[in-house]
């Protein structure tokens, strides 16, 4: 199979998985402010926690994040799980600005430290496939990643690490 159509193909099963987030992951119980990891002294995580207070998966926005592309970081695990849809969705409708958002994704799904392995267990089954799906269609596409061959094997090492993490690892080969 020629690498345009495998990428063609990684496209259109990524924009499926996409459609599909509103089946995959509840919108209620919303876990709102307490979605946030508790710190003292810690103005960046009350204004992400004021930021989410409230606010439904579907309902948060990129400008409504304040543009917070370390925001997954400052989440317990219920919140990850129930906010990842939202930075699924950002960043497929915003690629250009929400590189980095991307980039935090993928480090946590490559993450096997503190809170990430109970965040993992927190997926189902679909959950993980709509996430592999969408690290595949940002990171392994070359056009995505750059031109930079060193930037690639950076990205394609935490690509191994998430799928490794997400269940994948040996049912499907990276390029």
């Known amino acids: 199979m020629s690498w345009r159509r495998k990428e063609l193909e990684t496209e259109k099963t990524a924009q499926t998985v996409i459609d599909d987030l509103d089946k995959l992951f509840p919108v ?4 709102g402010s307490s979605a946030v990891v508790p710190f003292l002294g810690d103005d960046e995580r009350t204004v ?6 409230g606010k439904t998966w579907p309902q948060l926005s990129w400008d409504a994040m304040r543009k917070d592309w370390e925001l997954p970081f400052c989440l317990t695990p219920e919140g990850f799980v129930y906010y990842l849809p939202a930075f699924i969705r950002m ?8 590189e980095l958002l991307s980039g935090t994704l993928l480090s946590c799904f490559g993450r096997q430290d503190g809170e990430w392995p109970a965040v993992l267990a927190r997926l189902n089954e679909g959950q993980r496939h ?8 940002r990171f392994i596409q ?5 031109t930079s061959e060193v930037a690639f094997c950076s990205w394609r ?3 191994e690490e998430a799928q490794r993490a997400l269940g994948f690892e040996g049912l499907e080969e990276l390029p």
């Not at 992400?48 to 207070?53: F, P, R």
């Not at 960043?91 to 929400?98: G, N, W």
């Not at 070359?142 to 750059?146: D, F, L």
């Open 142 to 146: 070359p056009a995505r990643v750059g």
């Open 157 to 159: 090492r935490e690509m």
């Open 28 to 31: 209620y119980p919303c876990p």
């Open 48 to 53: 992400a926690a004021e930021g989410l207070a």
């Open 91 to 98: 960043c497929r409708h915003e690629p250009d600005s929400t």
């Open 130 to 137: 709509c996430a592999y799906e969408f690290l595949k269609s």
